[in-house]
């Protein structure tokens, strides 16, 4: 079975005598549909023997296999360490649209109405140059917002409500990135800790939205309203230009380790639905317990057909592959370029024009790839988050605390704001590049400026968890301060950061809450914590609001400046069209010299682009960076073509007042300390 022509598909299908299902095992002996009451989800009205065909799937008919049934499967199978058959288990339909669950708390695959009307609305279709990610976790993000209606707090509703969508819009922001949303359920060992998985990375079904996050009325009508109301929020998103990217774990399952709980796969068919060696023992390159075995094509199969459905019936944008390494590895637990799985997606028609995203590691044997993914899909670049945080944040502890130098020179960092050809082929360009400062996994961009430590003692894990290795710098004080001269430095290094990220050659990705300095008090591993601490908080200080207003002048200024977004890498000698021409010059106004590039004591570089217009008027920005905490006076660049200078942003300045200076090439101006400026220059 090729997983770019799958046989009739799988799951359950309307036919002329009633529903189909349609489930593939290779090692069972046999496999039961059964039906519950629609009242009584424990009792049972009837059982169907599915029948093996082509290809070890098996199918069954029923009449009575229609919208509003629960069901499940039940497998028979031989004994081994491989396997795991119990005949009296009710199993989930890996392929469930919906699901639902009984009296006693057992989960029931449900049959959902998929019928629902789009109005006609489309998908925004925002080109990866023009494209500005927000990621961001569905219940959090809305939860405390007192201008939603209680009721659709934290819910698919919330974020598809007036107010978010004016927030989003407002902020400049593209595309919402929303932790995952596929039904999910916490680990046994948080449920004995009294803890929860809010992140949601611990998926029991791939085909269904998470009830948890709809409103209380949807949940209340069921699967179909859950579905309907997800499909509503998709939508409202699109009508105002926003894209929908889910976080996918496609990587291993809620099922945990041999000894966790069996709600499918493991059940249906261990042996080849995960890594394992003959002993029975899971081969664990994911650090959750288990590993689906992608070298198996039921498995890339049912990876597609996930991606098909959201994409296509659920008209999704795009998706971000949590340990997307994982599905590369082939029957050697290997990590293959070209594995049958990650050239399917990228190729498969039904899934063309949609955003491929690779978190391009996990944590087995060879496992970082960051740069080795093929053409089509982008990757974080945690190159790029360590080497921004180690200039405005470690370089500068350094300086503070010893007579050394930093590690490395300015040309590491010019790299990575030219959009980190070093890591990525010419062929991929700078659009490979998902740039980030911060994500959901570590500390918050206000914390990175607060904390030399993690503080995660509320995790239950005794503050093991969570990288030791932040490269952050509290600015002499651990946590709060009331030192005005440290709570300023602070928002100095938030700004630079955070201009970094927005200026750079690439993808942006913005962490919800960075844009107004949300805390999670120097916990960098908040997985676990469903409260305040983790949600989105909307009564805020003037200085929150002074720096959202400058993330949204930075949004602004990427978006009227195409220099800024080269959609290709230029070639030395050659105009290419997409991509910007890129001098680059020291404080002195002079094109940089190969020890300028890599002495550790330069710490100031002027870089100018232009760009080469292919859909865009022609542009060119000068953008100057200082990392040091003293002042310096820089000579602006003589180049040819341009007369002058006008600042457009200076993240010396708390607020976003206008300034709209002009110079000349050639001028001297001072440099505040630890800093950047924009300019835009002209002819």
Sequence with gaps: MSPNEPAAPLGVRRTDAGGELRVWSANAESLELVLFD??????????????????????????????????????????????????????????????????????????????????????????????????????????????????????????????????????????????????????????????????????????TPHAGYASRAAQTGGASAVLREFKGMVRRLHEAGIEVILDVVYNHTAEEGPGGPTSSFRGLDNSSYYRQDERGHYIDVT??????????????????????????????????????????????????????????????????????????????????????FPAGYSEWNDGYRDRMRNFWLRDIAAA???????????????????????????????????????????????????????????????NRDGSNDNKSFNHGVEGRTTDPEIARTRRRAIRNLLGTLLLSAGVPMLTAGDEFGRTQRGNNNAYCHDSELTWMAWDREPWQHELHAVVRELTRLRRENPALRPVRFGRWGETTPGASQMDWYNKQGLAMSEADWDSPAERTLQYLAASTPEHESFNRILLVVHGLETDVTVTLPEHAGVSGYTLLWDSVHDDVAERAEE?????????GPTSMKLFRAHG
């Design 287 to 372: 650090g959750c317990g288990n590993t689906l075995d992608f070298s198996n094509p039921v498995a890339q199969g049912l990876v597609l057909d996930s991606l098909r459905y959201w994409a296509e019936e659920v008209q999704v944008d795009g998706f971000r592959f949590d340990l997307a390494a994982t599905l590369g590895r082939d029957a050697d637990v290997e990590f293959q370029r070209e594995h049958p799985l990650l050239s399917a997606i990228i190729s498969d028609p039904a899934l063309r024009d949609v955003k491929m995203i690779a978190e391009p590691w996990d944590v087995g044997l060879g496992g970082w790839q960051v740069g080795n």
């Design 663 to 671: 110079f000349a090439p050639g001028q001297e101006l001072e440099v």
């Design 400 to 462: 503070r605390h010893t007579d050394g130098l930093p590690s490395e020179g300015i040309g590491s960092l010019a790299r990575r704001l030219a959009g980190s050809n070093h890591v990525f082929s010419i062929e991929r360009g700078p659009l490979a590049s998902v740039n980030f400062i911060t994500a959901h996994d570590g500390f918050t961009a206000a914390d990175l400026v607060a904390y030399n430590d993690k503080h995660n003692l509320g995790n239950g894990e005794d």
């Design 38 to 207: 629609a009242t009584d989800r424990d009792w049972v009205t009837s059982r169907v023997p599915l029948t093996r065909g082509d290809d070890n799937v098996w199918s069954a008919t029923s009449p009575d296999l229609t919208v509003g049934t629960s069901y499940s499967v039940r497998a028979s199978g031989p004994r081994g360490p491989r396997h795991q058959f119990d005949a009296g288990r009710d199993l989930i339909d890996p392929y469930a649209r919906g699901l639902a669950r009984s009296t006693q708390g057992e989960w029931r695959s449900f049959v959902v109405d998929e019928d629902f009307d789009w109005g006609g609305v489309g998908k925004p279709r925002i080109p990866l140059d023009h494209s500005v990610v927000y990621e961001a976790h569905v219940k959090g993000l809305t939860k405390l917002n007192p201008a939603i209606p209680e009721e659709l707090r934290g819910t698919y509703a919330g974020l598809a409500h007036d107010s978010t969508i004016a927030y989003l819009t407002d902020l400049g922001v593209t595309a919402v990135e929303l932790l995952p949303v596929h039904q999910s359920v916490s680990e046994e060992r948080l449920q004995k800790m009294g803890l929860v998985n809010y992140w949601g990375y611990n998926t029991l079904n791939f085909f």
